[in-house]
């Protein structure tokens, strides 16, 4: 039962997956506006909400842990640079897929 409340595995994913966006579309990148901007955001989100779709299925996330992994990330992301209008966006993308299971 104590288990239910140990996030660290979740958190731990979280900030890693806010660093290799980082690395990957680094908070510079966001002012551009160009189409191969949101073609690069696009593959990259998509590679990182599928990621997070595995580390759900293999560590059977509830509403709370997911819940968790979301502000993890978003926080995460606002202390690597970026907006709080794109950390919010980007997270809102992970978390529907999440409960989409898709």
Do not use: I
Request: aromatic residues 12%; hydrophobic residues 40%; proline residues 2%.
């Amino acid at each position: 039962m104590f288990g239910w409340f140990d996030t660290r595995k979740v958190d731990d994913f979280a900030k890693n997956l806010a660093v290799d966006l980082s690395r990957r579309f680094p908070p510079a990148s966001e002012a551009r506006t160009d189409k191969g901007a949101a073609n690069q955001l696009a593959v990259v989100t998509e590679g990182l909400y599928a990621r997070a779709l595995r580390f759900h299925q293999e560590n059977r996330l509830g509403v709370f842990r997911k819940a968790k992994l979301g502000n993890t990330f978003r926080w995460q992301l606002e202390e690597l640079g970026y907006t709080r209008e794109f950390a919010e966006k980007v997270t809102k993308g992970l978390v529907v897929r999440l409960a989409s299971k898709r």
